[in-house]
């Protein structure tokens, strides 16, 4: 049984468009491909055939894994949300008492991340450290540079 992943409106609806894209645009693509290479004759010795079929299997399998994904996925209810504690969604300040500088962080759902934005995994090593804590609070995070001190300055949405 999968487990439950928790989606913003956006992110929910990436997915199913990128399903959407897959199913209408590129099924058809891969389809006429094989057809394409079947009508070039013996299919034991056509390398185009097997991999069109291979590019087949593989459009099926990540069909299939949005669909589950899609079966699964739950949107998040910013509203009921606690704005007293870093949670899934918070928009986080948090300032590294090291060197002083300050970076703004929201925590989204892992398929939702995007460092440009300023959008982090809630599944990353400093978002794990942040998760159920409160403004004023300093947290020791281990990240792939070593142990950092943060503190938390302000929790929004």
Same mark, same amino acid.
């Given at each position: 049984?999968?487990?439950?992943?928790?989606?913003?409106?956006?992110?929910?609806?990436?997915? @199913?468009?990128?399903?959407?894209?897959?199913?209408?645009?590129?099924?058809?693509?891969?389809?006429?491909?094989?057809?394409?290479?079947?009508?070039?004759?013996?299919?034991?010795?056509?390398?185009?055939?097997?991999?069109?079929?291979?590019?087949?299997?593989?459009?099926?399998?990540?069909?299939?894994?949005?669909?589950?994904?899609?079966?699964?996925?739950?949107?998040?209810?910013?509203?009921?949300?606690?704005?007293?504690?870093?949670?899934?969604?918070?928009?986080?300040?948090? @300032?590294?008492? @090291?060197?002083?500088?300050?970076?703004?962080?929201?925590?989204?759902?892992?398929?939702?991340?995007?460092?440009?934005?300023?959008?982090?995994?809630?599944?990353?090593?400093?978002?794990?450290?942040?998760?159920? @804590?409160?403004?004023?609070?300093?947290?020791?995070?281990?990240?792939?540079?070593?142990?950092?001190?943060?503190?938390?300055?302000?929790?929004?949405?």
């Amino acid at each position: 049984m999968s487990e439950t992943k928790y989606f913003t409106e956006e992110g929910l609806q990436k997915l @199913k468009d990128e399903l959407d894209e897959l199913i209408a645009k590129e099924r058809p693509r891969i389809s006429q491909m094989i057809a394409e290479a079947r009508d070039k004759g013996d299919l034991s010795e056509n390398a185009e055939y097997d991999a069109a079929k291979d590019a087949q299997a593989m459009l099926e399998l990540k069909i299939a894994q949005l669909q589950e994904l899609l079966i699964n996925a739950r949107i998040l209810d910013e509203s009921k949300m606690d704005l007293s504690k870093v949670l899934l969604l918070s928009k986080v300040t948090i @300032k590294n008492l @090291k060197n002083g500088s300050s970076m703004t962080y929201t925590l989204v759902p892992e398929k939702e991340a995007d460092l440009k934005s300023g959008k982090i995994s809630v599944n990353s090593p400093i978002a794990k450290g942040l998760l159920g @804590k409160s403004v004023g609070d300093q947290v020791e995070i281990i990240v792939p540079a070593g142990k950092m001190t943060f503190e938390i300055v302000q929790i929004g949405r």
